[in-house]
């Protein structure tokens, strides 16, 4: 253990002298390139959030949860086309996007679903469409679980949630040491390096994009926030979790998702009832990035409602 501690920090002292220490930016730094708005950074409960919420008050609402990693930013495309029939709202999680970390510093999914529920009553929201991501997605299916009475629907992208190599059941993933060097060295040429895997085309990935991500990771406590998320994931069995669910349930695959293979999708399609799947060929990890248009549409038919059961009922 010692000799570990002793190797990290002459790991550290050697990039520090190469020049290639990366500090974290200012708040003030970050919000001014990417708040919105004042009024998007709010307090729910013990939190405080980065929170986007957009379309008409009246309509069916929508929530989208991000990846790990990520942020709002990722549904921009989405958002956009949504906002017109549906009350969307998105959020940075806790130490992601411009979300600050979790002041008891827990990054559990039980503290997620805890957060998630006191949003939803901040804003005034019974119930809710969930839309989630990877990671999100893990989190967006465990609330539909535990919270049917609050899911209208739900959309699992690329979930997150069965073992996989590094992570068993009911144990937390070994983190390497070498990744605590991240709080201090994160070039945006690794970064890059690293978001490549995402994407089938690594076109997609532009230098504009990968600032955004390299922005926000830089962000004060954002690094050592998704450490300490990675370290306190402990997945359990999902089976019994998803034969609980209630809520009409697609799966958004990209066929091409080389961070989890959309053949995963067989193991939801056959827990969840009534469960459908969408994907694409040449499609990663992000399909609400890479396939935005097409994508899209498979959301919103998924989501919509007939104008006799919706928020523009007089009429009819």
Known sequence: MKRNVFMLMMAVLTLLSLGLWTPDLSRADVESRYLQAPDDLRTV?????????????????????????????????????????????????????????????????ARSLQLLVSLLDELG????????????????????????????????????????EGFEYGKPPQVPVIMGLMRYVLPKSVLRMNLNSAYAHPDHLTDALTTR?????????????????????????????LRQIKAPTLLVWGQADA???SSNARDYLQAIAGSRLQSWPGVGHLPQEEAAEVSLQAVADFLWIRPCEGFNAQGC
Do not use: C
């Open 213 to 241: 991500y390299h922005d926000l990771m830089r962000a004060p406590g954002a690094r050592e926030a998704m450490l300490e998320r990675l370290k306190q994931t402990v997945l359990q069995e999902p089976g019994p979790m």
């Open 125 to 164: 929201v019974s119930r809710a469409s969930i839309v989630g991501h990877s990671m999100g997605g893990r989190i967006a299916w465990t609330f539909a679980a535990k919270h049917p009475e609050r899911t209208d629907r739900l959309v699992l992208i690329a979930p997150d949630g069965f073992a996989s």
């Open 45 to 109: 409960g013990a939190w405080r959030l980065h929170v986007r919420d957009s379309g008409p008050r009246q309509a069916p609402v929508v929530v989208f949860l991000h990846g790990f990693g990520a942020s709002l930013h990722t549904w921009d495309a989405w958002s956009s086309g949504l906002m017109k029939t549906h009350r969307v709202i998105r959020l940075d999680l806790p130490g992601s996007g411009l979300s600050p970390p979790d002041p008891a510093n827990d990054y559990s999914d």
């Open 259 to 261: 961070m989890i293979p």
